[in-house]
DNA sequence: TGACATCCAATGCACGCGCATGTAAATTCG
DNA sequence: CGAATTTACATGCGCGTGCATTGGATGTCA
């Protein structure tokens, strides 16, 4: 019964890359032909957008970090893209402040909302 | 429907984010601590070992890119890790000077076998 | 046959990533 | 309190990747 585990393992592996490599391109390319969105900034903005509903998105890079699949320099500089691109702003939280909050500015808000369709397109395009 | 299949594709491409991301470091780590081999170097390796049985696993460039999920420029320069480290070897093709054939050493075959059980003991613990 | 399109593989280049390190702030403990 | 440890984030660095281009070989067609 080994054996068949480890049939079974290599079949579901190859199904595992297959939908990864085609929906994770698909969703960068249109991202940024769409958007000039990476999919690890969408992801930030995804994680802010939801993370703190409507009212000023916020959250410590360190919460973000742990939701996401992304080391802790990418993160920091995924985010200085994002600044730079004026999406995001980082403030200094006053009661640690070795900590940085994020916030959505409302171009941010509206870039996500704006790319969050194309985002679920090709979600649904490649596993439904 | 459309708004609940939505859902079903969010909560599934996590999922697949969740496994392809723990399996595909794990893979990444023990292959390189293990055997010093790189993922897709190990993919190579895997490819030419299933095309061509024992004799002498033979495959052309082409083929193998078309297996795997690698641009042709890195593939390209994945090959001639798989050189320099003397598992692989290029062979000009006969018949059309355009193709390299790519083929196993003995020194290849060898790295490979011994890589196997690890790869799969990875797939295993993260897919079964 | 000669001009042009197509194909295969290698390479220049820019970019995003992870690892290791640096800096500053907070926490722990003698 | 003060030194050592730990935590949060930024940054230097090397590496592997994809895109675009190049060079050489093949195919096509008038």
């Known amino acids: 019964m080994e054996a068949a585990s480890g049939e079974d393992v290599c079949v579901k ?5 297959r939908v990864y490599h085609a929906a ?3 969703l960068e390319n249109e991202l940024q032909a769409r958007h000039g969105l990476g ?4 992801e930030v ?5 939801r993370c703190c ?3 000023g998105g ?3 890079m360190k919460d973000i970090e742990a939701e996401m699949y992304l080391s802790q320099s990418a993160l920091s500089r ?4 994002l600044e730079k691109a004026g ?3 980082r403030a200094a939280c006053e009661f640690d402040r070795r900590a940085n909050f994020l916030m959505l500015t409302p171009t941010g808000q509206e870039r996500f909302d704006a790319a969050k369709p194309t985002h679920r397109g090709v979600l649904v395009k490649h596993l439904a």
């Open 13 to 17: 592996w190859s199904e595992t890359l």
């Open 24 to 26: 994770s391109c698909e």
């Open 39 to 42: 999919l690890s900034e969408f």
């Open 45 to 49: 903005l995804q994680i802010l957008s």
């Open 53 to 55: 509903g409507e009212g």
């Open 58 to 60: 916020q959250a410590k």
């Open 78 to 81: 995924t985010v200085t893209r």
């Open 87 to 89: 999406l995001v702003t």
